[in-house]
């Protein structure tokens, strides 16, 4: 004797990206900590804040190229997450880029001249609106916004003539003419 029955569906809510990247969490290992009696190494302590800053002066260096990026180009209604994407994308082609970001203090008006390069270069990658076809559809949506509802009446099944009465079946048969 065979179960025909099928089996419950079970019906799962849309995940978030934090939920599948937490399935990758377990498969990390992180370093081990210190137990009680065991001490950090001092050079552990320094290797560590140094790595700190690193990423602080990173993130600050980038933040302050994308901001010079829409302030001189007309992308200041793209999303920083996107030039930043962009930013990585040329300097993985071009390495050179790479080596200005590092070198950005001692040469700051080269890497300014290099950063209104690549927001020219962005700006032309992207699809800029097209302003007639803009204007198009804003002239088509107020038409139409203003236009009275003046449609065909809607026409009243068998039924619904039979479930009327006297009164609301003389204004339907006026409507019609």
Do not use: C
Not at 3 to 16: L, N, R
Not at 85 to 109: C, H, S, W
């Amino acid at each position: 004797m065979t179960d025909t029955q099928e089996a419950p569906v079970v019906e799962e809510k849309e995940k978030s990206l934090d939920d599948y990247l937490a399935e990758f969490d377990a498969q990390t290992q992180p370093e081990p900590q210190p137990t009680e009696g065991e001490q950090v190494p001092e050079w552990k302590h320094l290797e560590n804040t140094v790595n700190d800053l690193q990423q602080q002066q990173y993130r600050r260096g980038i933040d302050e190229s994308i901001g010079k990026m829409k302030s001189v180009s007309e992308i200041s209604h793209v999303g920083n997450t996107a030039i930043e994407g962009y930013l990585e994308q040329r300097a993985r082609l071009d390495p050179r880029i790479t080596q200005a970001f590092m070198q950005k203090d001692r040469n700051p008006v080269a890497w300014e001249q290099i950063l209104k390069t690549l927001a020219k270069d962005y700006q032309s990658e992207i699809r800029q609106p097209d302003a007639q076809v803009t204007e198009d559809q804003k002239a088509m949506r107020a038409a139409v916004e203003s236009q009275p509802d003046t449609g065909e009446p809607i026409e009243k099944s068998v039924r619904d003539l039979n479930t009327m009465n006297d009164a609301e079946f003389a204004k339907y048969k006026a409507s019609l003419m």
